[in-house]
């Protein structure tokens, strides 16, 4: 992790439409700055040697500053925990039971993930603005 980064690493899957989408809005938060953003499906995206691209593209992955990398449910409360506007639901996270929920939703979602994006780029391809020419 480079050392100008004082935040977390977040890995996220720039392939996916939903997951650009979700990084797209945090990026536009306040505290974002201190956030640094790799899209994993980009080949000369360099990893440490414990998150492998495969890895990294199949599951949501963040590196806190002091190194450690955590997954899932885990890695978006951490997201959450930087973000003022968030802080309230890495709050709800934080009570008792609720990060067991939130990983299982998470697993639930991670086979569907290709149906919702290939969804979801069909959506935005009609969504495109009409030409008057």
Do not use: N
Not at 3 to 14: A, H, M, N, P
Not at 15 to 36: F, N, T, V
């Amino acid at each position: 992790m480079s050392s100008k980064t004082s935040g977390l690493t977040v890995y996220f899957d720039g392939s996916c439409p939903l997951c650009r989408a979700e990084i797209d809005h945090y990026r536009k938060q306040i505290g974002a700055e201190k956030l640094h953003f790799l899209d994993v499906s980009q080949a000369d995206q360099l990893l440490q040697p414990d998150l492998e691209r495969h890895t990294a593209m199949s599951r949501f992955h963040v590196r806190r500053s002091d190194g450690q990398l955590i997954s899932g449910a885990a890695a978006f409360v951490s997201i959450w925990r930087h973000l003022p506007r968030w802080r309230w639901a890495a709050r709800i996270a934080e009570l008792p039971g609720i990060m067991t929920l939130l990983e299982h939703g998470y697993r639930l979602f991670l086979p569907v993930r290709p149906a919702l994006a290939w969804a979801f780029r069909k959506l935005q391809a009609q969504r495109k603005p009409m030409s008057f020419e």
